[in-house]
């Protein structure tokens, strides 16, 4: 392995992650990678003898980028279908050493596409502390970053094992403290993701090319329990749907911009709720809790619309099963303002 790098090749590091870190993470798919679940699991793998079949299966569909959804092509299904089906041969074996775990799941995976890179996930989880992350486009970005600073790799490292999963997490946690610098608390996940974004990014760039630019939800997670707000009542909120969430997290968004509550419009409203936002991370959910929200519904009354009659449209497309999933784009322009009774004096 490479010795530790010098602080004068971190700070060229960092250097340039600062120069491209706004234009890749303009491109990173958040929605499919949100943290919370992440952080979720990590505590649920410590225990391996009760991680659950269901535990498993949304882990490894996060990992391929198919979180909340049901459609992760074959060789992602496979990959799942043979880690539940090993779980219990896995906790029979009591393996620790972290050679043996990469070892146990590459050989059940055998030479799959995505066999790797699922095998040092799931070691991740069950060693978070001692691992960070990686997979073949995080190893891809520190190699190229490592390169362009004069720093090569020995050839060693350059194989799918161990080796390289323990060099990457030196470099991570090498440049972690330049990054708290400026940004905080939220070092780690927005190192992980701009690695993440800068070794995939090619492709990231061409579907923000065909898409437009990926946007980051102001409110990625809502907790019912502990919703404080300086100028609105979340606590009024009585449904605990997606639409509900959407509405709580545009209330927390507003909570530092109050004055726009009255002033809002359909689309102004669908800017600050991009996907992702509550953990709302499947397109189709995501479409329906938006009308959902903007309808009167089980007695939903979050908005008062300038045209009262576009509302009772919204309620009637929620009520359809054939409704239009686009409606609130054809809408956009809509005047609508927060309904006072969730506004504090």
Excluded at 91 to 119: M, N, V, Y
Excluded at 267 to 273: D, F, M, Q, S
Aim: proline content about 6%; aromatic content about 12%; overall charge neutral.
């Amino acid at each position: 392995m490479n010795p530790s790098l010098s602080e004068s090749k971190k700070k060229a590091l960092y250097g340039l992650i600062t120069q491209r870190y706004d234009v890749h993470m303009s491109r990173f798919p958040y929605a499919k990678y949100p943290s919370e679940p992440l952080n979720e699991w990590r505590k649920q793998f410590a225990d391996p003898q009760h991680v659950r079949p269901d535990m498993i299966r949304s882990a490894l569909n996060w990992r391929c980028g198919f979180w909340q959804r049901s459609n992760a092509p074959f060789p992602q299904k496979k990959i799942t279908i043979t880690a539940i089906k090993s779980w219990p041969e896995f906790i029979e074996q009591k393996l620790t050493d972290h050679a043996a775990i990469l070892s146990f799941w590459t050989d059940k995976f055998r030479d799959t596409a995505f066999g790797f890179d699922a095998a040092a996930f799931l070691l991740h989880l069950l060693h978070p502390s001692e691992l960070e992350l990686a997979d073949t486009h995080r190893l891809a970005a520190m190699r190229d970053l490592l390169a362009e600073i004069g720093h090569e790799l020995q050839s060693e490292a350059s194989a799918s094992d161990l080796v390289v999963l323990s060099l990457y997490t030196e470099f991570f946690r090498g440049l972690l403290p330049k990054m708290q610098s400026q940004h905080g608390e939220q070092s780690s996940v927005r190192l992980d993701r701009f690695l993440m974004a800068y070794g995939n990014r090619e492709a990231l760039a061409k579907l923000s090319e065909k898409f437009g630019p990926s946007v980051e939800p102001i409110v990625p997670y809502v907790d019912w329990n502990d919703l404080t707000s300086e100028h609105f009542l979340p606590g009024k909120i009585l449904g605990r749907a997606n639409a509900d969430i959407l509405f709580a997290c545009l209330l927390l968004t507003l909570d530092h911009n109050p004055e726009k509550a009255s002033i809002l419009t359909v689309e102004g409203v669908v800017e600050l709720l991009p996907l992702g936002s509550g953990g709302i991370c499947n397109p189709g959910s995501y479409h329906y809790a938006m009308i959902a929200m903007f309808g009167g519904q089980k007695e939903r009354d979050f908005f008062v619309f300038e045209d009262e009659a576009l509302s009772k449209a919204f309620t009637e497309q929620a009520n359809n099963s054939t409704r239009d999933m686009r409606f609130y784009r054809k809408h956009g322009h809509a005047k609508i303002s927060i309904n006072p009774k969730f506004t504090k004096d």
